[in-house]
Each structure stands twice: as C-alpha cells, then as structure tokens.
C-alpha cells in the first residue's frame, strides 16, 4: 500500500529526494523526526481522484473522419477543437459531440494553433491527436491506467501510431501525446509540435504500451 501510494504521489511533481521520506512515514518508520500522526497517513493512502483529460485537436475541414475521432475518445473529460477555418458541417459535428468550439485564423503555425487549444483546455492532463486519428486500444481508461503507471510531471506519453493505409509502411515510432497541463508549458515548432516548458526544455518522452493509435491515410469507404 505505501509504495501504491508513493507512486499515487509522483504525480504531484514533488523533489525526488522528498519521496524516501513520504515511503518511511507511510510505512511508519522513524525518519529523524516524529512519526507522521495516523489521520495524515490515513490521508496519504486514500484513493487519489481519476485524473481529468483534456483532448485537443485543431480541424480544418476533416468531416469524414471527425465523428469517428471523437466517437474513439468518449468518457474523456474535456473535447477542445480549434477550428481553422472548417464548414459548417465540420463544426456542427464536433458540437453534437460536446465539444468546446475555438476559432483560430490559420497563420501556417502548427504549434500557434495547438497553444490556442491549450489555452482553452481546463482539465489535470492534455491528449493531443489529430481528426484522422482514433484512440484504439481501451480509450481513455487505458490512458488513465497509463497516468497512473508512468506519469510523472515533466513526462510526455508516446504510445505507438499506427499508420492504416499508409504503402510506405506499418508502425510510427512513439510520439509525445500526453502530459500534465502546467503553467508555462506550451508547444514550439512551425511544422511539427513540440511540448515544451518555460526557457524551451523539452519534456521527458516516456513510450506506453498501454493504448496506441490509428492513424487513416485512404479513403473513408475503403478504411478499416
């Protein structure tokens, strides 16, 4: 139980050399100092809150393959679409489907557009993916188990995409999708997206297994 808990506790981005210490007070060892009363460590074993996700996109006419993005990320907490210009049959889906509507002037900036949807987006966590994408491989549970798992604060999730349709081949290597939602933190790069915190540091990149996704390149008739 202590160790669930510790690991309940990385999530919270505290100094690495804090975490000896919590372990030894949840196990009720002595640390240099009085043993932690029983009501806080009955705090620090209690169950944490599920984590709440944001899922971010930026659309631009991409009606075909919207609805079944946003069909693939139900149970996820929070939907932001920046709207790039799309008509009105694009947003008129993502709105049946409960999203928070953005509009953005598109300016040849990926990463212009993606900040404009963080910056709408309220929830602990951001998921990042794109219209032609769908979430495979449990959906946002296994997202949430993959958090509970691996996240840490300066950490990126990449799982595996998997490009259908594509006669170049089969498996992308692990991209960054998902991360904590932090002050300062936003995305860099004209073309392809990167998150970054303050004074442009890279974030952690930390490939799951634990959910991937699928990416279509043909047809929407002749996808599977």
Avoid: Y
Wanted: glycine share 8%.
């Amino acid at each position: 139980m202590a160790r669930a808990c510790l690991h309940r506790i990385r999530t919270l981005d505290l100094p690495a050399d804090e975490a000896p210490t919590i372990l030894q007070r949840l196990q009720g060892r002595p640390t240099g100092g009085p043993k932690a009363p029983q009501p806080w460590r009955l705090l620090l074993t209690a169950a944490a809150p599920a984590p709440t996700i944001s899922a971010c996109l930026i659309v631009r006419d991409q009606s075909p393959r919207l609805a079944q993005c946003l069909t693939s990320l139900q149970g996820v907490d929070e939907l932001v679409v920046m709207d790039t210009g799309s008509n009105a049959d694009t947003v008129a889906i993502a709105t049946a489907h409960g999203a928070r509507i953005g509009p953005f002037l598109w300016c040849d900036d990926v990463s212009a557009a993606r900040n404009a949807a963080l910056a709408m987006a309220t929830a602990d966590w951001i998921l990042v993916i794109d219209a032609a994408e769908v979430l495979a491989g449990g959906g946002i549970d296994a997202v949430r188990r993959s958090l509970d798992l691996h996240a840490g604060g300066r950490q990126v999730l990449a799982p595996v995409i998997t490009e259908v349709g594509d006669p170049t081949g089969g498996d992308q290597l692990p991209n960054g999708r998902v991360f904590a939602r932090k002050p300062g933190r936003h995305f860099i790069g004209r073309t392809e997206a990167q998150p970054v915190d303050e004074g442009e540091r890279p974030l952690m990149r930390l490939s799951v297994d634990e959910w991937t996704l699928r990416r279509h390149h043909q047809p929407l008739d002749s996808a599977v």
